[in-house]
């Protein structure tokens, strides 16, 4: 798939803040496809770490921080502090989302994810309150 230059936008800590507009501008997200982790997370919104308000945000880690061996593993690279991602208003903006949760050592956390309050302790919980989601 031949996707043009430009089309292509970086997310970076030099524009995160007005990511979201630039997001809107361009007619919004069409599709996210992402996964939820065991503990119930997603795009590194954490638990008790996030709140469902946030758009685009920085995220500063260390070394230590499961998100930094996440990208050191993945990348075989240092990973730059801070990072971004998405928070819960810019994914629930998008028209769809696809979300997959792979293993049984996620079956608990899904069956809060899908059955249990929505709630800041299980940040995808919010995801369900999506109009278009499989």
Known sequence: ?????????????????????????????????????????????????????????????????????SIKELTDKEPASPYVTFGPRTVLASKQLLVFADGKNKAEIMKKVLEGPITEEVPASILRTHPNIT
Do not use: W
């Not at 798939?1 to 361009?26: C, M, P, R, Y």
């Not at 919004?28 to 992402?34: A, K, P, S, Y």
């Not at 638990?47 to 946030?54: A, I, Q, V, Y």
């Open 1 to 69: 798939v031949h996707i043009d230059d430009g089309n292509l936008h970086e997310l970076n800590s030099q524009n995160n803040q007005v990511f979201d507009q630039k997001i809107l501008q361009d007619g919004g997200i069409d599709l996210i496809v992402m996964g939820i982790g065991e503990d119930g997370h997603f795009c590194a919104n954490m638990p008790g770490h996030t709140s469902f308000e946030r758009e685009v945000f920085a995220v500063p880690f260390e070394e230590g921080d499961e998100i930094y061996r």
